[in-house]
Structure formats: structure tokens, C-alpha cells
T-cell receptor, first 114, second 111 residues
């Protein structure tokens, strides 16, 4: 099976702009979670989507949003970019079955805000 | 309550030695404890995971030891190899599947 794919892999944006990141989960996986990774804060949970609905949300401002499509693909949007949004954004997919907690990460999108 | 504390921050081990990384948690509602391995420029890769009803789980050279009463768990890498040099993260989650990560341990295996 193909792994989790994320596009684009690298992005450079200017402060104040907005950005959309894309994630395609492993085939058959219905849950997609997003995480932000920075040297200072480590790995932090942004949100989780299941069946096109946001099921969980982390402690990030409303500038961070996401959505999931009927084929389980997910997008994440960050509006009004700030310098502190520079990070590696990781998508993880999961079967979301009751007994299955395993989450598999994609390679990430490296966002640089200048 | 939601934190997972990981130590040490960095670790240097000789080839063939045992690498040990420790994690501690507070929230007893956590019921799934995975370890991830991350190489530079890559996403974290699931290495091994354990549930609190088991005290130890072994997969190849990797072993998780879990102490429910102490709320601690650790990763042991036996016969450590230079290819094991990476950053390791412990994590914990509940039914929500939101992973709470430790701060990471940079492991270097000297040849």
C-alpha cells in the first residue's frame, strides 16, 4: 500500500498570506490528523477529521482550519500567516476502527514564512 | 495533565550497546503508548506501541517496558547500530486518538 502523501513538500510564503496544504491518507484509512512540528514546541496536535467532520481540535487559533473530502483526502488552511507559523506540518492517517489507534505519518510540508 | 515528559534530550551510545529512553505521563486516561522514529527530512515512523494491560512488548531489537503504577514507559534498543541514529518520540493517546508527544530524544550511535 502507498503511504501517506503530502503536497507540496516545501512552501515559502510571506507574512499575511494564506496557504493550503494537502494530505492523501493510506488507502482505506478514514481518519486524518494534522500536527505542527517546531524545534521549540515539538509535535503539537492541530485537528482530526473523520467522515468529513472535525472530531477533535487542538489549542491553535482560528486561523488554522481544515476539511476532509468524501474520499478521505484532507486539506489544511492557514490564513494571515505569521512568522511563528514556520514549521513542518505533518498529516497522519488512521483506520479509525475502535481497536485501532495506529497513526501513520506522511513526510510533511515544510512551510517557511518570511 | 496532558503532558508526556521524555528524557534524556540527547543520548550517545556505542555500537552494540543498549539505548534506553524514558517517558512519564500524568493522565491515567491514556490507553495507548507508541514510539516514533524520525530521520532528518522525514515524517515520524511508527516503531512499536503498547497498551497499559501489558508490561512489556518486544519487536526485534526494540522493546517497550511499561510500568502502570509509576506511570512510566521506556524504549530499549538492543545491539544499537549506526542506522538507529535518529530522533525518537514517545507519545500517548486516549480514545480521541489525539497523540500527545514527548519532546524527543536525539540518539547518536557511535561506530
Amino acid at each position: 500500500k502507498a503511504g501517506v502523501t503530502q503536497t507540496p513538500r516545501y512552501l515559502i510564503k510571506t507574512r499575511g498570506q494564506q496557504v493550503t496544504l494537502s494530505c492523501s491518507p493510506i488507502s482505506g484509512h478514514r481518519s486524518v490528523s494534522w500536527y505542527q512540528q517546531t524545534p521549540g514546541q515539538g509535535l503539537q496536535f492541530l485537528f482530526e477529521y473523520f467522515s468529513e467532520t472535525q472530531r477533535n481540535k487542538g489549542n491553535f487559533p482560528g486561523r488554522f482550519s481544515g476539511r476532509q473530502f468524501s474520499n478521505s483526502r484532507s486539506e489544511m488552511n492557514v490564513s494571515t500567516l505569521e512568522l511563528g507559523d514556520s514549521a513542518l506540518y505533518l498529516c497522519a492517517s488512521s483506520l479509525a476502527a475502535l481497536e485501532s489507534h495506529e497513526q501513520y505519518f506522511g513526510p510533511g510540508t515544510r512551510l517557511t514564512v518570511t | 495533565q496532558q503532558q508526556v515528559k521524555q528524557s534524556p534530550q540527547s543520548l550517545i551510545v556505542q555500537k552494540g550497546g543498549i539505548s534506553i529512553i524514558n517517558c512519564a505521563y500524568e493522565n491515567t486516561a491514556f490507553d495507548y503508548f507508541p514510539w516514533y522514529q524520525q530521520f532528518p527530512g522525514k515524517g515520524p515512523a511508527l516503531l512499536i506501541a503498547i497498551r497499559p494491560d501489558v508490561s512489556e512488548k518486544k519487536e526485534g531489537r526494540f522493546t517497550i517496558s511499561f510500568n502502570k503504577s509509576a506511570k512510566q514507559f521506556s524504549l530499549h534498543i538492543m545491539d544499537s547500530q549506526p542506522g538507529d541514529s535518529a530522533t525518537y518520540f514517545c507519545a500517548a493517546s486516549m480514545v480521541s486518538r489525539k497523540l500527545v508527544f514527548g519532546q524527543g530524544t536525539r540518539l547518536t550511535i557511535n561506530p
